[in-house]
């Protein structure tokens, strides 16, 4: 059976970029893996070309796991990195490429644990189902959202789900912290429309759309938002005071974020709401005023601020702009403190006596979002231990993407302890 190491290489050597030309061949390359280890893929398609693989491990209780990952990736520019992002090199201890860390690297700490343990005739000590999806980096339409809509029947009897953000090492003093993920912040894509009178350039606007958005985005972009503590990020920093033994200032964040380097990375983003805007069009000529301007703004929000963060969208955007949603998801958040929160640090304590779990809520958002509308509660917990120089966040689509080979190794001993 292939290394943990050599899956990931191999899976990086399909070029999923998404948009491109879909997850298929990267498809077939896992439900081929499943199927020599003796479980039976389930394969299907959104669109052409858009493939997702779903396998059931029996196990002994009928309450089951889900651990899923997607195969897409995003563009990545080969002039810009040290190696071709999809060469899936070994070098210096780690794999390179595109989708190392996000999420590859995850696919194949999970393809090799349940491969080695249905190769072994271990059965786990509940049922498992391992999805790997397609069309994470955009929408999910094509993907989970299918996924769950399409082929709901897949998914019985699942209670509980891991996937991306969490797990992974930060190094402290004495100690490894590991997040593990028990919140999501809620996802509100919005394109802007101004109205407005057409004309010329060079004569006095009567109501000019793109002076108008530019004064709204400017407006959102500059806006302050305040802090909101919700229960599971307020726990992170009772844990970290705890953890580096100087209590954190709840009245200055953002400096205490500065101060604890990359522990503060963990809670930085995830004190507040965020809109920022992406994208601008506007007008077909230097001296012809348009008639409509569109703006693009990534909205995100805290759990359970919703209505919170429209409200203030709306009074910054002011009367005269439409705003239509590209992507709304709701903010998800699982139990904690739980029993399953338990069995996920458990299991990274028994590999790492150096291991302090935390909770901790995403920036971003994930597939979790499509899971938690069938019920479906979601940890981001896909264990990887770092070497301290390695910036974890900067690995997510940017350049040089790598992963230690140690690191995954790591990984597939604690899903392992986790499963059986």
């Known amino acids: 059976m292939k290394s943990v190491a050599e899956i990931c290489s191999d899976l990086i050597r399909f070029d999923t970029t998404n948009p491109g030309s879909g997850e298929r061949p990267a498809a077939e390359y896992v439900a081929t893996l499943l199927a020599d280890a003796g479980l039976e893929p389930v394969v299907f398609e959104s669109a052409p070309k858009r493939t997702t693989v779903v396998a059931r491990i029996d196990g002994d209780s009928p309450d089951a796991l889900l651990i899923h990952g997607h195969l897409d990736v995003v563009p990545a520019d080969p002039a810009e990195w040290r190696m071709h992002p999809f060469s899936g090199e070994i070098v210096d201890g780690c794999v390179y490429g595109r989708g190392a860390v996000d999420m ?23 049922d498992l189902v391992v999805a790997f999806l397609a069309d994470e980096e955009a929408t999910g339409d094509y993907g989970s959202r299918h996924a769950v809509s399409e082929h709901r029947e897949l998914f019985d009897g699942v209670s509980e789900a891991i996937s991306e953000s969490g797990g992974f090492s930060v190094a402290s003093g004495g100690h490894r912290v590991y997040p593990i993920a028990v919140g999501e912040r809620g996802t509100a894509w919005m394109k802007l429309t101004a109205h407005g009178v057409a004309g010329h350039g060079s004569r006095p606007p009567v109501d000019n759309p793109v002076a ?4 709204a985005l400017s407006r959102v972009a500059s806006y302050q938002w ?13 844990n970290l005071s705890e ?3 100087q209590p954190i200032d ?8 500065v101060r604890l380097g ?10 507040r ?4 805007p992406t ?44 705003r239509e949603f590209v992507n709304l998801e709701d903010a998800p958040a699982a139990p904690y403190p739980s029993a399953f929160f338990d069995e996920l640090a458990g299991a990274l304590v028994a590999e790492d006596a150096l291991a302090r779990p935390v909770p901790y809520v995403m920036s971003g958002g994930t597939d979790a979002k499509s899971f938690a509308r069938i019920g479906i509660k979601g940890y981001g917990f896909a264990p990887l231990m770092l070497r301290p120089d390695l910036d974890y966040f900067g690995m997510f689509h940017g350049k040089d993407e790598r992963v230690p080979v140690e690191g995954l190794e790591f990984g597939t001993r604690v899903l392992t302890r986790l499963l059986v």
């Open 212 to 215: 108008t958005l530019v004064h």
């Open 104 to 126: 590859k690297g995850s696919c194949a700490m999970t393809l090799a644990t349940v491969c080695d343990l249905a190769v072994k005739g271990v059965r786990p000590k509940r």
């Open 273 to 276: 709401n965020s809109a920022n």
């Open 250 to 257: 709840l009245d200055r964040l953002d400096a205490e974020a």
């Open 262 to 271: 990359p522990l503060g990375g963990l809670f930085k983003s995830q004190i």
């Open 226 to 238: 305040p802090v909101r503590l919700t229960p599971s990020v307020a726990a992170l920093l009772e």
């Open 243 to 245: 953890i580096t033994g």
């Open 279 to 322: 994208m601008l069009d506007a007008g077909y000529k230097v001296n012809v005023v348009p008639a409509t301007a569109e703006a693009h703004v990534d909205g995100r929000y805290m759990p359970g601020l919703r209505e919170e963060f429209l409200a203030t969208i709306d009074e910054l955007l002011g009367p005269k702009i439409t």
